[in-house]
């Protein structure tokens, strides 16, 4: 069984959250629980919060017409005595503080595109991971959370630990086609009641076990509608069509 390396983690790191509306929100929450306190959270979102974000998403009335990210950080900070940063801009215009991991909570293509662009520069050549990107989207009643690092290939090492994985975008390329929705974020589309928070949960706990070194999953998809939850493990024979072969890469390390 291969885990998801955790070498980021022995000393400080970082976590980004990259969206904070529907999902982000509650994963922002949720992180402020579980986070070792050598951890900085940072949250990204520059969209306003508006009365209709208030039914599904993680605000109150009283944060009305500040910027997602600010009210969250704010609000959250106060509530579990710890540092919270956040940024206004889009995520193509922040430099992404390493080691660490960034979660994206987005829902279309082109931010994903960008968050892809940072992660791809966040790598130490020829196999030095320091980080890894948890993706999650839903739609009505489903959702998925896909976690990759690396721009074209894996590296599975000493038959239990995987330090690379094909990027979430290179695992299912149709999320790059995302067209973003014609309201300013998803609020107006046809969502359940509570999808957002069940795969914030996921995600939290994704997260958790990444950090402490047992997470083995590649891939998560939900189905509220029939209450499933059905994972990918991290392993060569999942990538079997999703890369080229000679791109998985298994090394035998020997301890002196």
């Known amino acids: 069984m291969y885990r998801l390396s955790n070498q980021f983690a022995t000393n400080n790191f970082t976590v980004t959250v990259v969206g904070c509306g529907g999902t982000g929100g509650f994963v922002a929450d949720g992180l402020c629980r579980v986070l070792p306190p050598r951890a900085e959270l940072v949250l990204v979102d520059h969209d306003i919060v508006e009365e209709r974000n208030l039914v599904r998403q993680n605000f109150a009335v009283d944060e009305l017409g500040k910027y997602k990210s600010e009210a969250l950080a704010q609000r959250l900070a106060w509530r579990y005595r710890r540092r919270v940063a ?30 892809a662009k ?19 989207g839903n739609g009505e009643n489903y959702g998925q959370v896909v976690i990759g690092n690396h721009p074209e290939s894996a590296c599975f090492e000493n038959e ?11 695992q ?26 069940v795969i914030g949960v996921i995600v939290v706990e994704v997260t958790r076990k990444i950090i ?45």
């Open 172 to 197: 299912r390329p149709e999320l790059l086609a995302q067209v973003p929705p014609p309201e300013p974020d998803c609020a107006r589309v046809e969502q359940g009641p509570t999808i957002n928070q």
């Open 118 to 136: 940072k992660v791809k520069h966040s790598l130490v050549p020829p196999y030095g991971f320091i980080s890894w990107w948890i993706d999650a």
């Open 160 to 170: 239990d630990r995987c330090t690379a994985l094909p990027m979430p975008t290179l």
């Open 86 to 115: 956040y940024c206004i801009c889009p995520i193509s215009m922040l430099e992404i503080r390493l080691p660490g991991l960034v979660i994206g909570c987005v829902d279309n293509g082109p931010a994903r595109r960008d968050i």
């Open 212 to 256: 402490e070194g047992s997470c083995t999953w590649m891939q998560l998809y939900l189905d509220l509608e029939a209450g499933t939850l059905h994972p990918v493990y991290a392993a060569p024979e999942s990538l079997q069509g999703i890369i080229k072969k000679k791109n998985v890469r298994k090394e035998a390390r020997h301890d002196r």
